[in-house]
């Protein structure tokens, strides 16, 4: 790439999406050493301010295209591609990240930054499975990436930016003034439903982290993690933990069938299934379970997220 170049990058995000689609392009766009050369596409209040935050520069669906794009990066949960090609029309250019939905069948890259990918989902979308991109090493881990674990205690509830179905509240409410309560952690995000003031008011015994910038040392370090689908399973697998999943969305079963193709410790996984069918029966026999194993060591393959570096090259 010359310096002239610029890279036009959209990564959606809102209460009922979630802000992983913005916390993982950001990322990747940091890795790659491209940060002065993007210029993000904000659709909403959420997505500017987060993008403001991080000192990326953004551009508003109604501002004049006079940029020169030479790439277009997409990590989107909807079809998105006739907002994009009021800017950037060049197809061969445009790389998707993690769908693998027909609307990105004509896109020059497709690429799955995980270390499991759905086979079911890539033979409904007309994609050619050797045409994706994916695995580990393009795998976007949280920074810094640790090499030794200190290992508490704590079982770490974390979902997401957002938890639009608010299944912290659900599994809180199940493990309050339990056995378990004083071991309990639990990450806010900073989209979810519910203040600081509220929480802490209701559960004043509680250990919340707000908006935690040091993601990766409360993952690694914990104990029990419980979790819906989402970018922390790529920080999971890489730091070899014991985790409990709740489904946000029925089709995250398929998901997790192979997730336990793919995972180096299929005995560390436990799901939960739909939120909806959470109850305080099979919450504790996951936890007594993974309790009474002991958890992997961290990924010997030091090459998580190396292949982002040279995409463009």
Request: hydrophobic share 35%.
């Amino acid at each position: 790439m010359s310096h002239s170049e610029k890279i036009l990058c959209f990564a959606s995000g809102g209460v009922e999406i979630g802000f992983g689609h913005l916390y993982r392009l950001t990322n990747i766009i940091e890795i790659m050493g491209l940060k002065n050369k993007s210029i993000f596409l904000a659709t909403n209040d959420i997505e500017s301010q987060f993008l403001k935050k991080r000192k990326f520069k953004i551009i508003k669906q109604q501002t004049h295209n006079d940029f020169n794009f030479s790439y277009a990066f997409v990590d989107s949960k909807y079809d998105c591609m006739d907002m994009i090609d009021g800017f950037f029309k060049n197809k061969e250019n445009t790389i998707i990240i993690d769908r693998v939905d027909r609307w990105a069948i004509h896109s020059g890259e497709v690429i799955v930054p995980s270390f499991f990918i759905n086979k079911d989902k890539i033979k409904k979308s007309y994609i050619s499975e050797n045409s994706i991109l994916w695995g580990k090493h393009y795998s976007v881990l949280k920074e810094p990436k640790l090499y030794k674990k200190e290992l508490n205690d704590k079982i770490l509830l974390t979902f997401g930016g957002s938890d639009p179905n608010d299944i912290s509240s659900i599994v809180l409410n199940l493990l309050y003034d339990s056995n378990y309560m004083n071991r309990l952690k639990i990450i806010i995000g900073p989209g979810y439903k519910h203040k600081k003031d509220y929480l802490l008011s209701k559960y004043p015994e509680i250990d919340f982290v707000f908006n935690s910038e040091d993601m990766q040392t409360e993952i690694a370090n914990a104990s029990i993690i419980i979790t819906s689908f989402g970018t922390i399973l790529q920080e999971a697998e890489y730091y070899g933990k014991k985790v409990i999943l709740a489904f946000n969305y029925d089709d995250d079963e398929s998901d997790f069938k192979w997730l336990l193709k793919a995972t180096r410790n299929p005995d560390n996984w436990i799901s939960l299934r739909n939120y909806k069918f959470i109850n305080r029966n099979n919450l504790f026999r996951a936890i007594e379970s993974l309790d009474l194993i002991l958890e992997s060591e961290i990924d010997s393959d030091q090459h998580w997220g190396s292949s982002w570096k040279t995409l463009l090259n």
